[in-house]
């Protein structure tokens, strides 16, 4: 089985992900944490700027203090190689971890198994 793995001292969630905008079918690669506590997967502006689109759609997010927040929807077809791209609704984050452009949520991770063991974090194909 092939799949991306971290370390416990390392962060596990720094990974490449790619992105498709699904009616341009421009596609990209961004740097991107995958978060488990979080729902859904989210987008920075800097990624919409670079796929050259808009959110078609509103969205809402509640933030880890429970605040909720309002913002852009899209589509985008989400890859993190070696497995297969994903059609998601994302929504558009207002502020961003530090040098990401994306938060893949518990919406990407259920398509595929992943682990997480004494600090491994494994998303097995």
């Known amino acids: 089985m092939g799949g991306a793995v971290a370390e416990e001292n390392r962060p596990f969630t720094d990974i ?12 990209l690669s961004f740097r991107a944490l995958v978060d ?5 997967t989210l987008v920075s502006e800097r990624v919409l700027e670079q796929l ?7 969205g809402l997010f509640i933030n880890a203090d429970g605040s909720r927040i309002r913002t852009g929807a899209l589509r985008l ?10 059609e998601l609704r994302v ?14 949520g518990m919406d990407y991770l259920l398509h595929h198994h992943f682990e997480i ?4 974090f494994r998303i097995i194909a």
């Open 16 to 27: 490449q992900a790619s992105m498709t905008f699904v009616r341009n079918g421009r596609k």
């Open 36 to 40: 488990t506590g979080a729902q859904g």
């Open 52 to 58: 050259q689109t808009r959110p078609t759609a509103g």
């Open 77 to 86: 077809r989400i890859g993190v190689s070696p497995f297969p791209l994903r």
């Open 91 to 104: 929504m558009v984050m207002t502020t961003c971890p530090e040098g990401y452009d994306a938060i893949l």
């Open 117 to 120: 063991n004494h600090g491994q």
